[in-house]
């Protein structure tokens, strides 16, 4: 079963509530700077694991202490849904920076 995409204007909403979050490209991104690449693979890490509960995978994209993470529904053909905005704010909710 698909996952209705949220419309742009409910995106814009959703951000309003999640720090840092941009929406560009149907997708919301957040892009999270560490003191140093092992703060980052320890980020990244923790992710896998909540995503997984959430049976929820992002994007990823790390170079040294820099971390992006994008996020679209597959089931939304590619778009963003409710899952990323609850993503979203899984990842706000255990990141410390």
Not at 73 to 92: E, F, L, P, Q
Request: hydrophobic residues 45%.
């Amino acid at each position: 079963m698909a996952t209705t995409p949220l419309h742009t204007t409910e995106v814009q909403a959703a951000l309003a509530d999640l720090d840092g979050w941009r929406f560009e490209d149907d997708k919301i991104r957040k892009t999270f700077q560490f003191g140093n690449f092992k703060e980052a693979m320890c980020f990244i890490i923790r992710l896998g694991f909540e995503a997984e509960k959430a049976g929820h995978h992002p994007e990823l994209f790390n170079v040294y202490s820099t971390v992006e993470v994008a996020l679209t529904t597959h089931d939304a053909g590619n778009r963003v849904s409710h899952k990323d905005v609850s993503m979203a704010k899984v990842i706000n909710a255990f990141a410390w920076v």
